[in-house]
């Protein structure tokens, strides 16, 4: 599941759509997804998200419009936990679900693998991205947590839930996950 609805407030401009590697920041994040094992992928967006679909052409993806974005990160894990189908009725079989954001540009697919082949090895229910000295996305959260995702308030994110289960989370070593896009000096930092 990929986060991409926010309105980019600090930056100015739809993140989004900044250019990296001659392509948007979305889309390189679309295509890492889909180089890794995770299936399926799920772009959650909000703001500009007709502006921002187009980004999407002709990648196997499936594309949520989160209409709520604006209130914050919960209504979207919360809208693209619904769209994968992971709680209620005629449950999805998805074994876990990976979070990422659009706005981590070095995140690779290999990494995303990382977290996958952890958790079937350390058998952890959530597996983060370890960067700073702390955990955080890109995560995995097992089937167990699909129920507090679908429940985060609108204005939390999944970090929550990972410290609240400290003893059942497995951290992987991603000192890329670090650098994420919020302002122009971060995307100034990131082309340098």
């Known amino acids: 599941m990929i986060l991409a609805a926010g309105g980019s407030a600090r930056l100015g401009r739809p993140k989004q759509l900044l250019p990296f590697r001659g392509r948007s920041l979305l889309r390189h994040a679309a295509e890492t997804a889909l180089e890794s094992v995770c299936r399926p992928v799920v772009v959650v967006l909000g703001a500009k998200?007709?502006?921002?679909?187009?980004?999407?052409?002709?990648?196997?993806?499936?594309?949520?419009?989160?209409?709520?974005?604006?209130?914050?990160?919960g209504s979207s894990i919360w809208a693209g936990v619904k769209a994968m189908g992971l709680v209620g009725d005629g449950e999805a079989n998805i074994d876990g679900v990976v979070i990422m954001?659009?706005?981590?540009?070095?995140?690779?697919?290999?990494?995303?693998?990382?977290?996958v082949a952890a958790q079937s090895?350390?058998?952890?229910?959530?597996?983060?991205?370890?960067?700073?000295?702390?955990?955080?996305?890109?995560?995995?959260f097992s089937r167990a947590y699909y129920g507090e995702l679908a429940t985060l308030g609108a204005g939390e994110g999944?970090?929550?839930?990972?410290?609240?289960?400290?003893?059942?989370?497995?951290?992987?070593?991603?000192?890329?996950?670090?650098?994420?896009i919020d302002t122009e000096a971060d995307y100034g930092e990131l082309q340098a």
Do not use: F
């Open 121 to 140: 090895v350390r058998s952890k229910g959530i597996v983060t991205a370890e960067y700073g000295g702390m955990a955080g996305v890109p995560a995995l």
């Open 101 to 115: 954001l659009c706005d981590q540009p070095l995140i690779s697919a290999r990494q995303l693998n990382e977290l």
């Open 49 to 73: 998200a007709e502006r921002l679909e187009v980004e999407l052409n002709g990648l196997a993806v499936k594309v949520v419009n989160n209409p709520e974005w604006a209130s914050g990160m």
């Open 158 to 180: 999944a970090k929550r839930i990972i410290l609240k289960h400290a003893d059942d989370v497995e951290r992987v070593r991603c000192p890329e996950g670090a650098i994420d």
